[in-house]
């Protein structure tokens, strides 16, 4: 049975940490993608992982500053958001894309977690 739920959102501090979970089960053989939309704008794709680990990708908006990593054993993909500003306030979003060619689509993802609310206060 396929799982994707998100946790981890919450109110920081310009300038602080967070760390999301994404725990995703049944989808050993998909990339799971990091997605994010704040209001009033389209979903947004952050960054990429496959399940072995051997390949990520990022957005240049995120890139050294979010850091995607996945844990098999506990079936589980995070986010690590370091520095974050008021402009990373939105919710977040973790899908599974059968495909490695339409990752960075919204559209091309299978299954989409519920998302997490990240707020970050200037």
């Known amino acids: 049975q396929v799982q994707v739920v998100e946790s981890g959102g919450g109110l920081v501090q310009a300038g602080a940490s967070l760390r999301l979970s994404c725990a995703a089960s049944?989808?050993?053989?998909?990339?799971m993608v990091w997605f994010r939309q704040a209001p009033g704008t389209e979903r947004e794709f952050l960054c990429a992982?496959?399940?072995?680990?051997?390949?990520?990708d990022y957005a240049d908006s995120v890139k050294g500053r979010f850091t995607i990593s996945r844990d098999n054993a506990k079936n589980t993909v995070y986010l690590q958001m370091n520095s974050l500003e008021p402009e990373d306030t939105a919710v977040y979003y973790c899908?599974?894309?059968?495909?490695?060619?339409?990752?960075?689509?919204?559209?091309?993802?299978?299954?989409w977690g519920k998302g997490t609310l990240v707020t970050v206060s200037s």
């Open positions: 899908a599974a894309a059968p495909s490695y060619l339409t990752y960075k689509d919204p559209q091309g993802m299978a299954f």
């Open positions: 049944g989808l050993s053989a998909y990339a």
């Open positions: 992982t496959s399940w072995s680990g051997d390949w990520r």
